[in-house]
């Protein structure tokens, strides 16, 4: 389908993301697309909900980041509310979530504006709250300190109404992962951890990530976590510091809901959602974690190679006791005709297209 209109969320402190807008804005003006820069966090304008900047931009069916994943995450929960398609410009040195060069902006919006790039859906994770979350007006100087302007509280999602018991589900959608998190260093956070609506444990801890697939390269891997396929669906569950002998990770199934309760007697906890927090839980608040319908629809101009990513991001080395093998030969070379048996299967892009 042709490109109608773009919403353009820039890393406005670095030259190279700028550079790229020009580039976007010029493709835009000569095929006579509007353009609308979004979400630029300038110090003097108010952060707006993601429905909001969305209606702001005139509901864009293309998000352009330009940036890395942090600019990314940011698009992306723009075009979660719309259904609108994210290409992401690698701008950035440690991500996993954008792909494109900045060398390529203008292949890539000719391919989606041609309806030739392949698009990717990401999982993506929603809330339910048994209150509205808020951040207290003495704690958000603190607690935003070095972040800029805290986005607004969640609301409840308008087409939804709470049940008895279940909570009010919070208009919000994360890519990587909803996190909780002592806001005091000398008190950890008590949480008792439910897993389909049973008690897993309780635990006392710094903080506890529950992630995406595509988030298991995020917090939760920094906090010891696993990494997982982001073409799968699962919903990931990650302490961090626990003071208790069961510290693992715990990987539920997709319809597998974790839910966290701030126990009576824990110090309050910091709640954030994709990096960006968006409120602080009292003693007896509880939130409800699960797989949401919406999905992140990601533009690729190629089939994903996320190993071959992992490797070079996190400067996977081989085992020096490897070393007299030699570089290890290519496995399943899909260069030609693909056997019956394995053509359902992901194989490595042809070699001419790495």
């Not at 300038?42 to 509901?59: I, K, N, P, V, W």
């Not at 352009?64 to 994943?69: A, F, I, N, P």
């Not at 979660?80 to 954008?98: M, P, Y």
């Not at 008895?164 to 589900?169: A, E, F």
Request: charged share 20%.
């Amino acid at each position: 389908m042709p490109v109608h209109r773009v919403g353009l969320v820039v890393h406005q402190g670095r030259d190279a993301a700028r550079d790229a807008a020009s580039v976007v804005h010029t493709w835009c003006e000569a095929h006579e697309v509007p353009c609308t820069e979004v979400d630029v966090w300038s110090a003097d304008q108010h952060r707006r909900s993601a429905r909001e900047e969305a209606r702001a931009a005139g509901d864009p069916d293309l998000v352009v980041t330009l940036g890395g994943d942090g600019t990314f995450l940011r698009g992306a929960r723009i075009a979660v509310k719309t259904g609108a398609t994210v290409l992401g410009v690698d701008l950035g040195k440690v991500g996993f979530l954008t792909e494109v060069p900045a060398c390529d902006i203008t292949t890539a919006l000719d391919a989606v504006d041609a309806g030739h790039a392949p698009v990717e859906e990401r999982m993506t994770l929603t809330v339910r709250a048994s209150r509205l979350p808020e951040v207290p007006a003495e704690l958000e100087s603190l607690l935003c300190y070095g972040r800029g302007p805290a986005l607004p509280p969640p609301q409840a999602r308008p087409e939804s109404t709470a049940g008895d018991g279940w909570g009010l589900p919070l208009d919000v959608n994360a890519l990587n992962d909803v996190v909780v998190e002592k806001l005091a260093r000398d008190h950890q956070v008590s949480v008792g951890v439910y897993i389909s609506g049973r008690l897993l444990a309780a635990y006392s801890a710094d903080g506890l990530v529950v992630a995406t697939p595509t988030g298991s390269t995020a917090y939760s891997f920094a906090a010891g976590g696993p990494v997982l396929s982001p073409h799968m669906d699962a919903v990931v569950f990650t302490p961090i510091a626990a003071h208790m002998t069961f510290n693992r990770t715990v990987v539920a199934a997709p319809d597998e809901p974790v839910a966290l309760r701030i126990l009576p007697h824990s110090g309050r906890a910091a709640v954030s959602i994709d990096g960006q927090l968006r409120g602080v839980l009292d003693p007896g608040d509880w939130i409800g974690v699960y797989r949401a319908p919406q999905r992140v629809r990601l533009v690729r101009l190629q089939p994903t190679d996320f190993y071959a990513r992992l490797r070079d991001r996190f400067r996977l080395t081989d085992a020096p006791a490897t070393a007299t093998d030699g570089e290890s030969a290519p496995f399943f070379r899909p260069d030609s005709c693909v056997p019956p048996d394995l053509a359902d299967l992901r194989l490595p892009p042809p070699t001419a297209a790495r």
